[in-house]
Structures are given as structure tokens and as C-alpha cells.
């Protein structure tokens, strides 16, 4: 089942009143076992009691880029023998 139904049964659940554990066995009971676990239900019900109701994941990014690629392609391409654990000394 796609997830952001799952998150729309849980905000429903929620404002039903119900406790985050009690929603995730009501879930899991109609959906079949394992739809949710008890740590997700518990992590919606968290921000939907915040007040953020968007059911969408937060855009995390991408990490910062340690190595330029082009300097570790022309490493690379000069000697092809050199293994990663070389590479990442020289990093």
C-alpha cells in the first residue's frame, strides 16, 4: 500500500483520538501485518501533535562533496593500479 495513504489513515486515527500504538495494531489489524510498526505511528503522531500535518517527506538534501571528481578521475586514469584505500589516503 503506498505510504502516504498509510500516513492519511494514521492522521485519521489520530484525530479520532486514538494513541499511536492502538492506531498501528487498527492499521495493521485491517492492512495486514507489518503495514506500520509502533516507532513510525509514534513519529507521525509527534508532528501531527506539533501541528505539521503535511503527510509528504521533508526533503533531505544531498551531503557536500569531499573529493573534486574531476581531480579524482585524472588520479585515476594516471595510474589505474592505485586500490581505494590509496585513493583515500591521498584525500
Known amino acids: 500500500m503506498d505510504m502516504l495513504k498509510i500516513r492519511l489513515i494514521m492522521e485519521c486515527e489520530f484525530r479520532r ?3 499511536a500504538a492502538e492506531a498501528a495494531r ?3 489489524d ?3 501485518w507489518n503495514t ?3 516507532r513510525i ?3 507521525w503522531f509527534a508532528r501531527f501533535r506539533s501541528g505539521n500535518f503535511d503527510l509528504r517527506n521533508e ?3 544531498r551531503p557536500k562533496m569531499l573529493v573534486d ?3 579524482l578521475k585524472a588520479i585515476v586514469e594516471a595510474d589505474d593500479s ?3 584505500v590509496e585513493l583515500a589516503a591521498a584525500f
Do not use: F, H, L
Open 17 to 19: 483520538g486514538s494513541k
Open 26 to 28: 487498527n492499521i495493521n
Open 30 to 32: 485491517v492492512y495486514g
Open 36 to 38: 506500520t510498526n509502533d
Open 41 to 43: 505511528t509514534n513519529y
Open 59 to 61: 526533503p533531505r538534501g
Open 69 to 71: 571528481n574531476d581531480e
Open 82 to 84: 592505485q586500490t581505494t
